[in-house]
C-alpha cells in the first residue's frame, strides 16, 4: 500500500531526526561500557585506595579513644574520615564522569538537540500525564514486554555468570577455613575479581546485542512510504510551478542581455530562415571572436531586425550559423575548428567597411 512505510530514510530525514535528538542508542551497552570501565579504574586505583584505608584505619585505632569522644568533638573527629574519603572518591568519580562522556560521544557522536530540552507543554495536560503513567505500568504494553523480558533476560545471565565462578571454586572456599587471613583475603579476592571480570563480559555482549536491536528498532522508525520521499525530492528540487518562473525569469533576462549585445556586434552570422548568431572580436578581451547573442526562429529574427537597425553587417552562412548556434554557448569564443570560417566573414566585413569609408570620404 502506498501508505505502509516501506523505504529506506533518505539522508536528509536521518539529518533532521539527529538534530530532533532521535537517535540510534543503547543504555544497556553505555552501562555495561562504563561499568566495565569502572571496574577497571577501581584495579588501576586499587593500591592508592589501599594506601589511603591504610591511612585512615592507622588513625581510627591510634587517635580516637572511645572515653574520650565528647559531643562537641564529633566534627573534628569525623573531619579526617571526611578528607581521606573524598581523596578516594573524587579521582574514582571523576574518571568515571570522564570515561562516560568518551563513551557517549564514541556512541552517538556530536549531538546537540535544542529539541530534547524544549519545555513541551501539552505533556504536562492532566490526560498526557495520565496516559504516560498507564502506558508505563501496563504490563501488557507491548514496550513494557520487551524491556520486562529484557530485564529478566540479562538478570538471568549476569547472576549465572557470578554463580558458576562461585560454583567452580566452592572447593578453595570450603578450604578457607582454618587458614591465616592473608592467605584467605588473597582467595577471596582472586574470586570476586574473576566473578565480576565473568559479569563485566556478560554484560558487554548483551550491550552489543541490544545496541543491534536498538538500530534495527531506529531503522524501522524512521522508515518512510513513497510518497514522502517524493514530497521530499520535490521539497529540495522546489515546487515545478516555482522553478517554471524562475526560469522563465532567467530566460527573459538571458534574452534582455543578448538583445542589448548586438548592436555592438561585429556582424550577424545568419541562416535566413532559422538561426542568427551576432559575433564580436576584442583583442584585448579574447583571442577570438565570442559568441554574444544567438537565437532561432523568432530569436533570430529579433536578432537580424536590431542589427539592421544598427547597421551591423549580416552575412548569410547556413552551415557556419547552425555550427556556432550548436556549439557555442553566449559570452564564449568560438572553437578552434570555426576560426578559418569565421576569420572570412570577418575579413569580408572589415574589407567592405573600409570601402564604404573610402567612398564616402571621396
Known amino acids: 500500500m502506498a501508505g505502509e512505510r516501506t523505504e529506506s530514510a533518505t539522508p536528509k530525514r536521518r539529518q533532521d531526526e539527529r538534530k530532533k535528538g532521535n537517535i540510534a542508542k543503547s543504555q544497556d551497552m553505555i552501562s555495561a561500557l562504563t561499568i566495565s570501565a569502572g571496574v577497571g579504574i577501581l584495579i588501576g586505583l586499587s ?25 562537641n568533638d564529633i566534627i573534628a573527629m569525623l573531619a579526617p574520615f571526611a578528607k581521606i574519603s573524598g581523596e578516594i572518591l573524587l579521582p574514582f568519580l571523576l574518571a568515571i564522569m570522564v570515561v562516560t562522556a568518551i563513551i557517549i560521544r564514541m556512541q552517538v557522536g556530536p549531538l546537540f538537540a535544542v529539541e530534547k530540552i524544549k519545555p513541551k507543554l501539552d505533556k504536562f495536560t492532566m490526560s498526557s500525564i495520565m496516559n504516560g503513567l498507564k502506558k508505563m505500568f501496563n504490563p501488557f504494553e507491548p514496550r513494557n514486554l520487551v524491556e520486562m523480558a529484557k530485564s529478566l533476560f540479562k538478570m538471568l545471565v549476569i547472576g549465572y555468570c557470578g554463580y558458576s565462578v562461585v560454583n567452580s571454586r566452592k572447593d578453595e572456599l570450603f578450604g578457607l577455613l582454618g587458614v591465616d587471613i592473608n592467605t584467605a583475603f588473597m582467595v577471596l579476592g582472586s574470586i570476586i575479581i574473576n566473578m565480576v571480570v565473568n559479569m563485566c563480559v556478560a554484560m558487554l555482549i548483551l550491550g552489543f546485542l541490544d545496541k543491534k536491536y536498538q538500530d534495527h528498532e531506529y531503522e524501522k522508525s524512521i522508515k518512510m512510504t513513497k510518497q514522502e520521499i517524493k514530497d521530499e525530492y520535490k521539497n529540495m528540487e522546489g515546487d515545478p510551478i516555482i522553478k517554471s518562473k524562475i526560469r522563465s525569469s ?23 530562415t532559422h538561426f542568427s548568431v551576432a559575433l564580436k572580436y576584442d583583442r584585448s578581451k579574447a583571442a ?14 529579433k536578432i537580424r531586425e536590431i542589427a ?26 568560438i572553437p578552434p575548428d570555426l576560426y578559418v570560417a569565421v576569420a572570412e566573414i570577418l575579413a569580408f566585413v572589415y574589407n567592405k567597411n573600409n570601402s564604404t569609408n573610402i567612398q564616402s570620404q571621396v
Open 47 to 71: 593500591s592508592y585506595i589501599l594506601e589511603k584505608l591504610k591511612i585512615l584505619l592507622e588513625y581510627t585505632f591510634t587517635h580516637i579513644k572511645p572515653n574520650d569522644i565528647e559531643t
Open 250 to 272: 532567467q530566460m527573459q533576462f538571458m534574452r534582455q542581455k543578448m538583445m542589448s549585445a548586438v548592436p555592438q556586434a561585429d556582424v550577424v552570422v545568419a541562416n535566413p
Open 288 to 301: 577570438a571572436p565570442v559568441v554574444v547573442a544567438k537565437g532561432v526562429d523568432y530569436m533570430a529574427f
Open 308 to 333: 539592421k537597425a544598427n547597421n551591423v553587417p549580416i552575412v548569410e552562412n547556413k552551415p557556419l550559423a547552425r555550427a556556432l548556434y550548436k556549439l557555442v554557448p553566449v559570452d564564449s569564443v
